[in-house]
């Protein structure tokens, strides 16, 4: 028998500029999902939470808070970007080319565009990249670049306790 230790994302090293990672899975986003949401950053717009308004409008019905779908999405690709990630470094060029409505599934990938040494922290790297999420009939819904500072492979060496260790020894 082989006991594996959980995956804890990827290192510097492990991206190559060009590479693709498809995140999985999917994520429905629920009626409950947008409306909590909506109330708990206070955004107050109606085309979020109220039907009757929403039909008057020019999607006909109730669209998803726009920083739900980025947040999930975000969600959606840490574990293969930046599960390793020490700080987000910057967001740039968030775009939303079609809404997201309740009921939809949104699914997400990552294409690595580059990667660099940090010149200040030689046991990490930069590493950039384009994240694009798309609804359940490939509609590309959402696209950003982000860029991280993250560990090098040997960063935690020694500092993180091992499952079933205590933390005192």
């Known amino acids: 028998m082989t006991i594996h230790e959980p995956m804890v994302g990827r290192y510097f090293e492990d991206f190559e500029a060009g590479d693709i990672h498809k995140h999985w899975p999917g994520r ?65 060029s968030i775009k939303l080319p079609n809404p997201v409505f309740i009921g939809d599934t949104l699914y997400a990938e990552s294409e690595i565009l580059e990667k660099r040494d940090s010149k200040s922290r030689p046991e990490t ?34 500092k993180l306790p091992q499952f079933g260790t205590p933390v005192d020894q």
Not at 40 to 58: E, G, I, R, V, W
């Open 28 to 92: 429905t986003i629920s009626e409950s999902d947008n409306t909590w949401f909506t109330l708990l950053t206070m955004n107050k717009h109606p085309l979020h939470f109220d039907d009757n308004y929403a039909s008057k409008q020019m999607f006909g019905k109730r669209l998803v808070n726009s920083t739900l779908t980025l947040a999930i999405v975000a969600g959606m690709s840490v574990w293969d970007t930046s599960q390793n990630a020490i700080a987000n470094l910057g967001w740039e």
């Open 125 to 158: 790297g930069i590493v950039s990249f384009e994240t694009r999420a798309y609804n359940q009939t490939n509609q590309l819904v959402l696209n950003y670049k982000r860029t991280i500072l993250t560990k090098r492979r040997g960063y935690d060496d020694g």
